[in-house]
């Protein structure tokens, strides 16, 4: 049962930055795609970004030019860089795995951008 932490949520006001973690329990070996999804408070759970084994990524329309995904094979870490952050990318930010062994999720953490 692979297991994702997120960190490196918190509160910054408007056209800050903010950089999210996700590190995975265990290597994934096999084909896997891993991605950061949000939920605003009564809004449906929507895909920011995400990116693939073989390395695709892409982008929501809503963040494409601000945001960066990135992985670190070797410590088992995916990042999402955040920058010019606006008021309306307040959620909370999970991290997801899809791969041969399932779908996981991590706990998820708060992003708040608030003047």
């Known amino acids: 049962q692979v297991q994702l932490a997120e960190s490196g949520g918190g509160l910054v006001q408007p056209g800050g930055s903010l950089r999210l973690s996700c590190t995975a329990s265990?290597?994934?070996?096999?084909?896997?795609?891993m991605g950061w999804y949000r939920q605003a408070p009564g809004k449906q759970r929507e895909l920011v970004a995400q990116i693939t084994s073989g390395s695709t990524i892409n982008y929501a329309d809503s963040v494409k030019s601000r945001f960066t995904i990135s992985r670190d094979i070797a410590k088992n870490t995916m990042s999402l860089q955040m920058n010019s952050l606006k008021p309306e990318d307040t959620a909370v930010y999970y991290c997801?795995?899809?791969?041969?062994?399932?779908?996981?999720w991590g706990q998820g953490t708060q992003v708040t951008v608030s003047s």
């Open positions: 265990e290597t994934i070996f096999s084909t896997y795609i």
């Open positions: 997801r795995l899809s791969a041969r062994s399932g779908i996981y």
